[in-house]
């Protein structure tokens, strides 16, 4: 944000990674970890050579499918954009721009895909600290780009070729997330090799799961689209301000939201296929407990602090306090949803586990629908805070519809022992909160400061917050985390 600043340059990459982005979130980080988990799960089960068998399938598969792909969107990049970014089309020049950016991301669909199935073989063998540190790989080829930028190391001197080098380095990103997923498959037994793709009848099943799970997953990632089309008929910099609104709220909903669902899903599919209905309803429970009790202070924490971590992220250069307001407006209505976002992952992944993946299809393609008619209304109203709006509600409701049809696969009612918890996790967030605001009185708009002092002082506030209301997940989220752990 420092060289590019918050209009509409910045604008163009962002449409352009989200318009690459689409295909390697709803194929390789979404549909197929929640498809081939279950089965492969099962495979094992019976017996380690049978589920060597289906991983080497699936592994050469996945590679001609991503590249067939990868080479349909770097052809057909231009009208990929028209169709995401419509009103770029006013101005000729950021058009070609965002074309040009978007065939450059495209090829990182072959190594996320082969990452996300490299992620499963490691999820199934009870692996999942390196799959949940991978993607820092991707963060750190961009800061090394960024590093070499500054140096005058890269022989880039306009934006234009400084933003297609940008976009190379996050390509590269990709792939070395990949390789160190690879690399760790071979301290496993499953190892990562090639064989015919269809050599194995589970692959089948991988398929049948993976229909309606990659509807879901683009369901997901066409609500993001849908907030994107619409910004971009706001003023310059809208789309970038949803963007950093979304990246700040995604730390806390890859380290807890996700990666809750991602270490539930292989014990809810061993649960399912035993047909041990009261040890899922345990299970979800737990994760139920844990997001709330990872969450919620996040939560209360990016609305209190949410504008002074967005200036101390972003805001120097060219990247402005006008664009940092814009972006904090997002994030409150954003942070909204953080809550309900993981808890629809959560639940998709019981969905999964049950081999039900019409259902949650049905559901998310529904809050599509919502989301696009309540951005064409608070749009017109809020701007880009409104946008955000609409995506936090329809994801709400996404929740309660996905929480009441799961109610009917479990034993007891799933709020049964869990509701206590989750309100005094609640109650400490909200104590949490208020010590946050003290410190913000006290510091005023000194961003740096307020923004370190609440970092040290809130965690440990929390937590023996946590203490005095006996809240027992404090004891069992490490556990959860660790590379061999199981939610227990």
């Given at each position: 944000?420092?060289?590019?600043?918050?209009?509409?340059?910045?604008?163009?990459?962002?449409?352009?990674?989200?318009t690459?982005?689409?295909?390697?979130?709803?194929?390789?980080?979404g549909a197929?970890?929640?498809?081939?988990?279950?089965?492969l799960?099962?495979?094992?089960?019976i017996?380690?050579?049978?589920?060597?068998?289906?991983?080497?399938?699936?592994?050469?598969?996945?590679?001609?499918?991503?590249?067939?792909?990868?080479?349909?969107?770097?052809?057909?990049?231009?009208?990929?954009?028209l169709?995401?970014?419509?009103?770029?089309?006013?101005?000729?020049?950021?058009f070609?721009?965002?074309?040009?950016?978007?065939q450059?991301?495209?090829p990182?669909?072959?190594?996320?895909?082969?990452?996300?199935?490299?992620?499963?073989?490691?999820?199934?063998m009870?692996?999942?600290?390196?799959?949940?540190?991978?993607?820092?790989?991707?963060?750190?080829?961009?800061?090394?780009?960024?590093?070499?930028?500054?140096?005058?190391?890269?022989?880039l001197?306009?934006?234009?070729s400084?933003?297609?080098?940008?976009?190379?380095?996050?390509?590269?990103?990709?792939?070395?997330?990949?390789?160190?997923?690879?690399?760790?498959?071979?301290r496993?037994?499953?190892?990562?090799?090639?064989?015919?793709?269809?050599?194995?009848?589970g692959?089948?099943?991988?398929?049948?799961?993976m229909?309606?799970?990659?509807?879901?997953?683009?369901?997901?990632?066409?609500?993001?689209?849908?907030?994107?089309?619409?910004?971009?008929?706001l003023?310059?910099?809208?789309?970038?301000?949803?963007?950093?609104?979304?990246?700040?709220?995604?730390?806390?909903?890859?380290?807890?939201?996700?990666?809750?669902?991602?270490?539930?899903?292989?014990?809810?599919?061993?649960?399912?296929?035993?047909?041990?209905?009261?040890?899922?309803?345990?299970?979800?429970?737990?994760?139920?407990r844990?997001?709330?009790?990872?969450?919620?202070?996040?939560?209360?924490?990016?609305?209190?602090?949410?504008?002074?971590?967005?200036?101390?992220?972003?805001?120097?250069g060219?990247?402005?306090?006008?664009?940092?307001?814009?972006?904090?407006?997002?994030?409150?209505?954003?942070?909204?949803?953080?809550?309900?976002?993981?808890?629809?992952?959560?639940c998709?992944?019981?969905?999964?586990?049950?081999?039900?993946?019409?259902?949650?299809?049905?559901?998310?393609?529904?809050?599509?629908g919502v989301?696009?008619?309540?951005?064409?209304f608070?749009?017109?109203?809020?701007?880009?805070a409104?946008?955000?709006?609409?995506a936090?509600?329809?994801?709400?409701?996404?929740?309660?519809?996905?929480?009441?049809?799961?109610?009917?696969?479990?034993?007891?009612?799933?709020?049964?022992?869990?509701?206590?918890?989750?309100?005094?996790?609640?109650?400490?967030?909200?104590?949490m909160?208020?010590?946050?605001?003290?410190?913000?009185?006290?510091?005023?708009?000194?961003?740096?400061?307020?923004?370190?002092?609440c970092m040290?002082?809130?965690?440990?506030?929390?937590?023996?917050l946590?203490?005095?209301?006996?809240?027992?997940?404090?004891?069992?989220?490490?556990?959860?985390?660790?590379?061999?752990?199981?939610?227990?």
């Open positions: 944000m420092y060289t590019f600043g918050g209009g509409a340059m910045t604008d163009a990459y962002v449409a352009a990674f989200r690459a982005n689409f295909f390697r979130r709803s194929l390789g980080e197929l970890n929640s498809s081939v988990v279950p089965v799960e099962r495979e094992k089960n017996s380690l050579d049978q589920a060597r068998s289906l991983f080497y399938s699936l592994c050469a598969g996945v590679l001609i499918v991503s590249s067939v792909l990868t080479a349909a969107g770097i052809l057909g990049a231009r009208p990929l954009v169709l995401t970014a419509y009103g770029f089309s006013f101005d000729p020049g950021l070609d721009l965002t074309v040009v950016l978007t450059i991301l495209f990182s669909l072959i190594f996320v895909t082969l990452a996300a199935v490299c992620q499963s073989g490691l999820n199934v009870r692996s999942f600290f390196l799959p949940a540190l991978a993607p820092v790989c991707f963060s750190i080829s961009i800061i090394l780009y960024f590093i070499l930028l500054h140096w005058g190391l890269l022989p001197h306009d934006v234009r400084q933003l297609m080098g940008l976009a190379l380095f996050a390509t590269l990103g990709s792939l070395v997330q990949f390789l160190v997923q690879f690399l760790a498959l071979f496993t037994q499953l190892r990562c090799r090639l064989r015919s793709p269809l050599s194995h009848p692959i089948y099943q991988v398929l049948s799961l229909g309606p799970s990659l509807v879901a997953s683009a369901a997901d990632q066409v609500d993001t689209y849908v907030s994107m089309a619409f910004a971009t008929f003023a310059a910099g809208s789309v970038t301000a949803l963007y950093n609104a979304q990246r700040v709220m995604q730390l806390p909903l890859a380290l807890f939201g996700v990666a809750t669902a991602v270490v539930a899903l292989p014990q809810l599919s061993s649960l399912a296929s035993r047909r041990d209905e009261k040890g899922m309803a345990e299970t979800l429970g737990l994760s139920l844990m997001l709330g009790f990872l969450l919620f202070p996040a939560m209360a924490g990016l609305w209190v602090i949410g504008l002074p971590i967005i200036q101390v992220l972003f805001e120097r060219r990247f402005t306090g006008t664009h940092s307001l814009m972006a904090y407006q997002a994030l409150l209505c954003y942070a909204f949803s953080i809550i309900s976002y993981s808890v629809n992952k959560l998709v992944s019981a969905f999964y586990a049950h081999k039900d993946a019409k259902t949650p299809v049905k559901i998310s393609v529904a809050a599509v989301n696009a008619l309540l951005s064409f608070l749009m017109r109203r809020m701007g880009v409104g946008l955000a709006l609409a936090s509600l329809s994801s709400w409701l996404a929740m309660g519809c996905m929480l009441r049809q799961l109610q009917k696969k479990l034993p007891r009612p799933l709020w049964r022992g869990n509701a206590r918890s989750l309100l005094k996790s609640l109650a400490a967030s909200a104590l909160a208020l010590a946050c605001l003290g410190l913000k009185a006290y510091f005023g708009a000194a961003s740096g400061r307020l923004v370190a002092a040290l002082a809130a965690p440990p506030l929390y937590y023996l946590s203490v005095l209301f006996n809240i027992e997940e404090r004891n069992c989220v490490g556990a959860a985390f660790r590379g061999q752990g199981e939610m227990q």
